[in-house]
C-alpha cells in the first residue's frame, strides 16, 4: 500500500533522531581535543576527516540507538531521501571552505562549522519542530561571535560551542515526544 507524503513525513518525524547529532557531538569533541592538545596542522586534518566521517559514525551508532539506518526491511520514505540530499548539500558547500581556508587556514573551524550545520534548516521543516532552526541559528551565530572574538583559540572555542549546541539540542529531540 503507497503511504501519502504526509504520511510519510509523520513516520519520518517519530523517529529518536539521535545517532547523527552523537556522532557531530563525538566528531566536533575530538577536533576541539586536537586543537587544544596539537598543532593546527593536526587539527586541520582532524576537521576534515572527523567531518567527513560522521555520516559513517552515524550508520554505526543507530544501531545501539534503535535508528539502524541500513534496515533494508524498513518502507523506503522519501524524507530519508530529502535527509541525504541535504547531507550531500552540506558536503558540497566544502566549495565554498576550501578556498577560503587557502586563504586563512584559521577559518576553517568557522567555515565547516557553518556550513556542515546548515542541514539543520530543512530538518526542522520536515519533523514541524523548532529544534533545527534553533540549532542553525545559534550554531552559526555562536561561530562567528567565536571567530573574532577569540581568534587565537578558533581550533578549540568553536568545536566546544559546537558541542554545546549538540548536547543542547539531544536534549530537545530526546524530550520532544514527551512534549
Same mark, same amino acid.
Given at each position: 500500500?503507497?503511504?501519502?507524503?504526509?504520511?510519510?513525513?509523520?513516520?519520518?518525524?517519530?523517529?529518536?533522531?539521535?545517532?547523527? $547529532?552523537?556522532?557531530?557531538?563525538?566528531?566536533?569533541?575530538?577536533?576541539?581535543?586536537?586543537?587544544?592538545?596539537?598543532?593546527?596542522?593536526?587539527?586541520?586534518?582532524?576537521?576534515?576527516?572527523? #567531518?567527513?566521517?560522521?555520516?559513517?559514525?552515524?550508520?554505526?551508532?543507530?544501531?545501539?540507538?534503535?535508528?539502524?539506518?541500513?534496515?533494508?526491511?524498513?518502507?523506503?520514505?522519501?524524507?530519508?531521501?530529502?535527509?541525504?540530499?541535504?547531507?550531500?548539500?552540506?558536503?558540497?558547500?566544502?566549495?565554498?571552505?576550501?578556498?577560503?581556508?587557502?586563504?586563512?587556514?584559521?577559518?576553517? $573551524?568557522?567555515? /565547516?562549522?557553518?556550513?556542515?550545520?546548515?542541514?539543520?534548516? $530543512?530538518?526542522?521543516?520536515?519533523?514541524?519542530?523548532? /529544534?533545527?532552526?534553533?540549532?542553525?541559528?545559534?550554531?552559526?551565530?555562536?561561530?562567528?561571535?567565536?571567530?573574532?572574538? /577569540?581568534?587565537?583559540?578558533?581550533?578549540?572555542?568553536?568545536?566546544?560551542?559546537? /558541542?554545546?549546541?549538540?548536547?543542547? #539540542?539531544?536534549?530537545?529531540?530526546?524530550?520532544?515526544?514527551?512534549?
Amino acid at each position: 500500500m503507497k503511504r501519502t507524503l504526509e504520511e510519510q513525513r509523520i513516520e519520518f518525524s517519530n523517529q529518536k533522531f539521535l545517532a547523527t $547529532p552523537l556522532a557531530g557531538l563525538i566528531v566536533w569533541s575530538i577536533i576541539g581535543v586536537t586543537g587544544f592538545f596539537f598543532s593546527d596542522f593536526i587539527t586541520v586534518w582532524t576537521i576534515f576527516i572527523g #567531518t567527513g566521517s560522521i555520516v559513517y559514525l552515524g550508520l554505526f551508532l543507530s544501531k545501539f540507538t534503535g535508528e539502524n539506518f541500513l534496515d533494508k526491511n524498513k518502507p523506503k520514505n522519501e524524507f530519508d531521501t530529502l535527509f541525504l540530499f541535504t547531507a550531500g548539500q552540506a558536503i558540497m558547500v566544502y566549495s565554498i571552505a576550501i578556498p577560503f581556508f587557502l586563504i586563512d587556514y584559521s577559518s576553517l $573551524p568557522m567555515t /565547516v562549522g557553518i556550513l556542515t550545520g546548515l542541514m539543520w534548516l $530543512p530538518f526542522s521543516w520536515i519533523i514541524k519542530h523548532w /529544534v533545527g532552526i534553533f540549532h542553525t541559528i545559534i550554531r552559526t551565530v555562536l561561530i562567528v561571535a567565536l571567530w573574532y572574538l /577569540v581568534p587565537e583559540y578558533r581550533f578549540i572555542a568553536i568545536p566546544f560551542s559546537i /558541542v554545546f549546541i549538540y548536547i543542547i #539540542t539531544l536534549l530537545i529531540l530526546k524530550t520532544r515526544k514527551r512534549n
